[in-house]
Structure formats: structure tokens, C-alpha cells
């Protein structure tokens, strides 16, 4: 079974954060959401979010992607997290999958691991990055990185996510579910 790492920091975006959670469920595959610490998250719009488990205790599992959902403060919570850096940059190595979206690319920009690749956000979120090769799509997808535009690409983002894991057909049934 494919395993997904969804890292929830105090202030993220609840939309990118539940519609990947949910999405990747419908699709079979086991998905831990953990937060840098064991307290609850408030999200960015006042939703309140528990977490399965913390960094701490996740970053020793073996997981076939990370996803990171955006929303602010919460993609500057990520970014300043050595231990999230750390995994992604290991998680790389390994040839895993990485998922950003909204503003969190710059989180994987801000490791490095965005430098000479395509790459999508929430407008002006990697301005400050020049390496980074930036596109307009909803979705972009380059070699094992996935970036996405923002809350209302998420549900895209979540379909591409399920497709890299477990395959077209499954991503299909999925979203005849939703009835999009």
C-alpha cells in the first residue's frame, strides 16, 4: 500500500490540506497528516485541525511522498523547520515524491530542490526564487515533484497525486465519485 506524509502547520490552508487528505483516502492509500508539534492546528481561515501524529514520531517512517499544503503563516512554518527540510531533502534522495501547493513551494525552493525545474504556486510565492523554471498551470508535474497553484486547484492536485500512486483507473473511479 502507498503511504503519504500531509504535514499540518499552524496556520495552513484548510482547503489543500483536507481536499488532499480526502482525496487520497477515497483512492486507498494510507495517509498520515502530522503536525511540527502535538498541539491542535489552527488553520488559516479558523478550522481546527488534529493531526494522526507529530514530525517527530513521522520522519522515521518510510513514506512514498510528502505533501505540503500551503496558506500563510503556515508555508513559513514549514520553511523554517530544519526537520521538515531535512526529510524532503532525504525524501529527494530517495527518489520519493514531493508535493507542494499554493505557497509551499517555497518551502521546497527554499531546500533547493526546486533549482532548474518547472515549477507552479500561488502568484508571487516564488519570485524571490530565479532557479526556478515558473509556470501558470494548475498542476505541474517534474520528474517526482508535483506543485499546484492554489486552494482552487486542489482538487486537481489531489487527482494528479492519486494517479502518480496508484494509477489512471484509480484516479478515474475517484473522480467519477466526486461527480466533477
Given at each position: 500500500?502507498?503511504?503519504?506524509?500531509?504535514?499540518?502547520?499552524?496556520?495552513?490552508?484548510?482547503?489543500?490540506?483536507?481536499?488532499?487528505?480526502?482525496?487520497?483516502?477515497?483512492?486507498?492509500?494510507?495517509?498520515?497528516?502530522?503536525?511540527?508539534?502535538?498541539?491542535?492546528?489552527?488553520?488559516?481561515?479558523?478550522?481546527?485541525?488534529?493531526?494522526?501524529?507529530?514530525?517527530?514520531l513521522a520522519q522515521h517512517q518510510d513514506f512514498n511522498m510528502i505533501v505540503l499544503p500551503g496558506g500563510q503563516p503556515g508555508t513559513d512554518n514549514l520553511k523554517a523547520d530544519k526537520r521538515l527540510t531535512a526529510l524532503l531533502l532525504q525524501m529527494a534522495q530517495q527518489g520519493k515524491y514531493l508535493a507542494a501547493v499554493c505557497a509551499a513551494p517555497s518551502v521546497l525552493a527554499a531546500a533547493g530542490l526546486l533549482d532548474g525545474r518547472k515549477a507552479t504556486c500561488y502568484p508571487t510565492c516564488l519570485d524571490g526564487y530565479p532557479k526556478v523554471d515558473l509556470q501558470t498551470a494548475a498542476v505541474v508535474e517534474d520528474g517526482?515533484?508535483?506543485?499546484?497553484?492554489?486552494?482552487?486547484?486542489?482538487?486537481?492536485?489531489?487527482?494528479?497525486?492519486?494517479?502518480?500512486?496508484?494509477?489512471?483507473?484509480?484516479?478515474?473511479?475517484?473522480e467519477a465519485g466526486l461527480v466533477r
Open positions: 500500500m502507498r503511504k503519504v506524509l500531509v504535514m499540518l502547520a499552524q496556520g495552513c490552508e484548510e482547503i489543500e490540506a483536507v481536499t488532499v487528505i480526502d482525496i487520497l483516502r477515497r483512492a486507498g492509500i494510507e495517509v498520515t497528516s502530522a503536525g511540527l508539534d502535538d498541539l491542535p492546528v489552527l488553520a488559516s481561515r479558523g478550522v481546527m485541525l488534529l493531526a494522526d501524529t507529530t514530525l517527530d517526482k515533484i508535483i506543485t499546484s497553484r492554489g486552494p482552487g486547484t486542489a482538487m486537481d492536485f489531489a487527482l494528479t497525486l492519486v494517479e502518480r500512486l496508484v494509477g489512471k483507473t484509480k484516479r478515474l473511479e475517484v
